[in-house]
């Protein structure tokens, strides 16, 4: 059976993980990653059934402070009813921060004897505990314990690495447990988080189109359909979230899953992630740096991002530009990698030494290959606006994120307007991934952008 765009204009979470691996039309094999999803009051109550659908007999829980006590003592008390041993680590420190550190305590505090890992939280708990199913080779599974970022059924996990905020390969969880009475219980500022991490979707899923376009990067259509509807329900269910309505709180939820199946269809992060991110990553991996520096949650900082990048894509439109060589080859010629370098680390830090060896393999500042692009740039320069305008106005989001109390300034992490340029200016440079930055430095017009789209 080889699955079209058709196939997913109205599936089902449950039938997209029935399908396991298929053809696409797109010409690759897909496959979910995630074998069970139970999302339902009183999930949790499947875990004996689940542990036994994979043979374990004893489960390893890893877990932080906060989530534990969310969600822990029901785990416990599940396992403890239906005959179930068990060994818990929970993390002593709070907030508990994606670092090699984590992994490896992670690591040394793993039972052997134990057969299988349940994490117990989100974000980060589950980032490292899909690590830690990777490095064991046991199955994971996670209780979550808010539905606040799309990372749960992703096949990597979104890590600080020598102070570089990357994507490392781990494992999927092979079961996701949902209880709506844990999750309808979360804090609200998590539930908007969730929120923040779909929204990214908008951006991210044009810049994929994009990069197709430009650098003709893989693109699957079936799979960015999927993501958008996931999105838009998500856009529709959002503001009944101040309500902790069960039906919005399972729109979320089912919504980040969505993203991360999308992940592992693509296997890239592009359906679910692009410029919008990297805002989210600069400001990480400045906290890990910089003791003044601050950070929040990975979807809120997510959800400013996606702002943000609106912001630039519309002063783009609006400022009608045209590929013009001559403006294009003065700015690239002019620029200087070695004085860029030094401001990527006097703003960023120590992570920004892997970003400037990235540069040094993928060569992306080379005069040669900024003429290939701009060539292509230029040839498809009308569907290159076609797929920018098909962008919703930075105000209509805005509006979103504030009618369910979403900041829409990154002034909440203590940043300045100037600050939140100097972001802007660095995210071409997180990834070898084509995002709008690049766009705007091909053309040679990223300073114009930069000004132009925050006027604050």
Known sequence: MTVTVETMKNITLEDLIALGEFDCACGKKHAPGV?????EKGAVKSLPALLEEIGAKKPFLLSGHDSFAAAGEAVCSVLEEAGFPYTKYVFPVSPVRPTEYTVGSALMHFDYSCDAIIGIGSGVINDTGKML???????????ATAPSMDGFVSGTSSMDRD?????IYSTAAWGVIGDLDILCNAPMHLLRAGVGDMLAKITSLMEWKLAKIIVGEDYCEATALLVERALNQVMDQSKKLLERDPNAVRAVMEGLLIAGIGMNFAGVSRPASGMEHYFSHIWDMRALAFEDAKFEQHGIQAGLGTLYTLMAYEAFLNGNYRPEWERAEQFVESFSLADWNRQLLAFIGPGA???????????????????ARFAVIEENWDAILETIRTLP?????????ESIGFPTSASVIGYTNEQ?????TMTKDIRDKYVGTRLFWDLGILQEITEEAFQM
């Not at 892997?354 to 003429?371: P, S, T, V």
């Not at 106005?393 to 994120?401: H, T």
């Open 35 to 39: 074998a069970r999803v139970i999302i």
């Open 133 to 143: 199913a990777r490095a064991t080779g046991m199955k994971y599974i996670i209780v």
């Open 163 to 167: 102070g570089l905020k990357t994507s």
């Open 353 to 371: 030494e892997a970003m400037i060896e990235g540069e040094n393999r993928e060569h992306k500042y080379d005069l040669e290959k900024h003429k």
């Open 393 to 401: 106005p930075a105000a209509e989001i805005k509006a979103l994120m």
């Open 420 to 424: 939140v340029k100097t972001t802007f």
